[in-house]
């Protein structure tokens, strides 16, 4: 193990851009059409893996959904999305709930599934989980840093058995969330609650 004495001095730059990238980071649910490069959304992912795990467990998967898979899956989605609707929905609502899942979907340039490998013990579990939600984190955060936007999505698909066989994700995983990423069409403002309504201080 490396040893780093401590640093007497002050805060370096690099630390300056840390912050201003996890303060501007935004998730853009809006994406052009163009395509996500290989390589882009690979050096991405990438960082997910030096996310934060108990155990040295690296309990996550990334699942790159390619254009004919994401083509199968569509009516997959829009099956998912009418199941959400009341059993005494109209036809006209149905159609348009068909519609606008249909334009949601295809919206997205790609599509991410993190997944996380279940380990047998429930309490290790629970860790993982965290540790996948660190390393989803890590990604949009490098996507951010590479020009990218990103969506993290636990819409019910997540947990659509028929969705999750097309994808190929095994029983041994549970889906995390769906990872939209793409260069942004439109940034969202920042709506954060100040640190003063959230900060506790105990004596």
């Keep these: 193990m490396q040893t780093i004495e401590r640093r007497a001095h002050a805060p370096s730059a690099l630390a300056g851009d840390l912050l201003d990238l996890l303060r501007q980071r935004r ?3 809006l994406f052009l ?11 991405a992912l990438d960082a997910g893996r030096f996310a934060p795990n108990h155990k040295r467990t690296e309990p996550w998967r990334f699942t790159v959904v390619g254009p004919d898979t ?4 569509t009516p ?4 998912v999305a009418l199941s959400r609707l009341p059993a005494d929905a109209t036809e006209e609502r149905r159609e348009e709930a068909r519609r606008a899942s249909r334009a949601k979907w295809e ?6 599934v993190v997944s996380q490998v279940l380990d047998p013990d429930p309490f290790r579990r629970e860790e993982d989980y965290a540790a996948v939600a660190c390393a989803i984190q890590n990604v949009q955060l490098a996507a951010w840093a590479l020009g990218l936007g990103s969506q993290w ?7 659509d058995a028929a969705v ?3 994808l190929g994700i095994p029983e041994t995983e549970r889906v995390v969330g769906f990872l939209f ?8 403002e920042a709506r954060r609650r100040p640190l003063e309504e959230v900060l506790r201080r105990t004596p």
């Design 27 to 29: 998730t853009t649910p």
């Design 33 to 43: 059409p163009d395509a996500v490069p290989e390589e882009v959304l690979e050096e």
């Design 70 to 73: 994401k083509e199968a899956l």
């Design 76 to 79: 997959l989605w829009t099956a």
């Design 107 to 112: 919206s997205k340039p790609t599509v991410v």
């Design 153 to 159: 999505s636990t819409t019910a698909a997540t947990r």
């Design 164 to 166: 999750l066989a097309r």
């Design 181 to 188: 990423v793409g260069y942004p069409a439109a940034v969202p």
